[in-house]
């Protein structure tokens, strides 16, 4: 039985409806194994000529790399995710060598990639009981150059993963937000034919 609000309006396995992106966690430690289970799940996705573009950059909560990691963030982003039990931050290769090529040329749908792999990893973490939380909110350059990042990978989004905690502990204008979004419905988003929408 769902836990959530959301009503598909077709068919759809409920873990689809039931992952959602709190920005309240209770602060818990998550261990490593369990975190790596989720890249597990990411490292599954498709892409193109199994490029497999994604990267990953990770910090657990109360290990020696999270307080740098929570310093990526803008301050707004900052405020909740410091009671996240880990960070990360999501990167892409920008080229790739061609099968049968020797040299490496621009990889067009390093984006889409990637994006199908964090999905992976978010409903692996929905899956195993964990929340996941996007957020473009981060300092980019700083980011590049506090996690040594080289030219050629493209920073996509900081992920907060935690388990979820008192909404009571957001700030006021924030807790009304605390409940699972709705969508736009199927019509307004897939077409036959020419677009129409």
């Given at each position: 039985?769902?836990?959530?609000?959301?009503?598909?309006?077709?068919?759809?396995?409920?873990?689809?409806?039931?992952?959602?992106?709190?920005?309240?966690?209770?602060?818990?430690?998550?261990?490593?194994?369990?975190?790596?289970?989720?890249?597990?799940?990411?490292?599954?996705?498709?892409?193109?000529?199994?490029?497999?573009?994604?990267?990953?950059?990770?910090?657990?909560?109360?290990?020696p790399n999270w307080e740098r990691f929570l310093?990526?963030?803008?301050?707004?982003?900052?405020?909740?995710?410091?009671?996240?039990?880990?960070?990360?931050?999501?990167?892409?290769?920008?080229?790739?060598?061609?099968?049968?090529?020797?040299?490496?040329?621009?990889?067009?749908?390093?984006?889409?990639?990637?994006?199908?792999?964090?999905?992976?990893?978010?409903?692996?973490?929905?899956?195993?009981?964990?929340?996941?939380?996007?957020?473009?909110?981060?300092?980019?350059?700083?980011?590049?150059?506090?996690l040594s990042i080289p030219e050629g990978y493209?920073?996509?989004?900081?992920?907060?993963i935690g388990k979820l905690g008192d909404k009571?502990?957001?700030?006021?204008?924030?807790?009304?937000?605390?409940?699972?979004?709705?969508?736009?419905?199927?019509?307004?988003?897939?077409?036959?034919?020419?677009?129409?929408?």
């Amino acid at each position: 039985m769902s836990d959530t609000p959301r009503v598909a309006d077709y068919a759809i396995h409920e873990q689809f409806t039931n992952r959602w992106s709190p920005r309240a966690f209770d602060g818990s430690t998550i261990d490593e194994n369990t975190l790596l289970g989720f890249f597990e799940a990411a490292r599954w996705a498709p892409s193109a000529y199994n490029s497999q573009p994604w990267r990953f950059l990770y910090a657990r909560r109360d290990t020696p790399n999270w307080e740098r990691f929570l310093g990526l963030l803008n301050e707004f982003n900052r405020n909740w995710a410091q009671h996240a039990s880990a960070l990360v931050i999501v990167i892409s290769k920008t080229t790739f060598v061609a099968p049968g090529a020797t040299e490496e040329s621009p990889a067009l749908w390093h984006t889409f990639d990637t994006g199908s792999a964090w999905g992976y990893f978010a409903l692996q973490a929905s899956i195993d009981g964990w929340h996941t939380h996007g957020m473009a909110g981060f300092d980019q350059d700083l980011t590049r150059k506090e996690l040594s990042i080289p030219e050629g990978y493209a920073l996509h989004a900081a992920v907060a993963i935690g388990k979820l905690g008192d909404k009571a502990s957001l700030p006021e204008y924030l807790q009304a937000r605390e409940t699972p979004s709705p969508r736009k419905p199927v019509g307004e988003i897939a077409a036959e034919g020419d677009f129409s929408l």
